[in-house]
């Protein structure tokens, strides 16, 4: 058996979708079928809470299940060179960006100068 590294816990209703997080003033459903797209917490109390939330203000439906995800493989993915590219990029588009304001303004200083001039 695989040493378990971590746990996570999710909310599924009784039809086994999972508790989807919707932000501030977020729409849409609150319950999906994937995981991927489910609200995981990394302590159990707060998914307790949600499914505490649920009990009380939607009786009429089944209580919410905790469940329980054990993490046994992580892997570690190195972001050194993405980051550098985009520090590259940036720069190069922060110079642009310089000269086309400082072209601008040269436009603009002759173009009243040349009106200064009539």
């Known amino acids: 058996m695989s040493k378990i590294i971590h746990t996570m816990y999710a909310v599924q209703n009784d039809k086994d979708?999972?508790?989807r997080s919707k932000g501030f003033s977020g729409s849409g459903n609150s319950w999906?079928?994937?995981l991927d797209?489910?609200?995981l917490y990394?302590?159990?109390?707060a998914a307790r809470a949600r499914i505490t939330f649920f009990a009380k203000n939607y009786p009429e439906f089944p209580v919410p299940k905790l469940v329980a995800l054990h993490i046994t493989e992580m892997e570690v993915i190195d972001e050194t060179e993405r980051?550098?590219?985009l520090k590259k990029n940036r720069a190069s588009a922060d110079d642009r960006r310089e000269l086309r304001s400082k072209k601008a303004?040269?436009?603009k200083a002759q173009s009243e100068y040349d009106?200064?001039?009539r």
């Open 17 to 19: 979708q999972f508790l």
């Open 115 to 117: 009106e200064a001039n």
């Open 83 to 85: 980051i550098e590219n």
């Open 42 to 45: 990394g302590k159990p109390r």
């Open 105 to 107: 303004a040269l436009d």
């Open 32 to 34: 999906v079928d994937s």
């Open 37 to 39: 797209t489910a609200r």
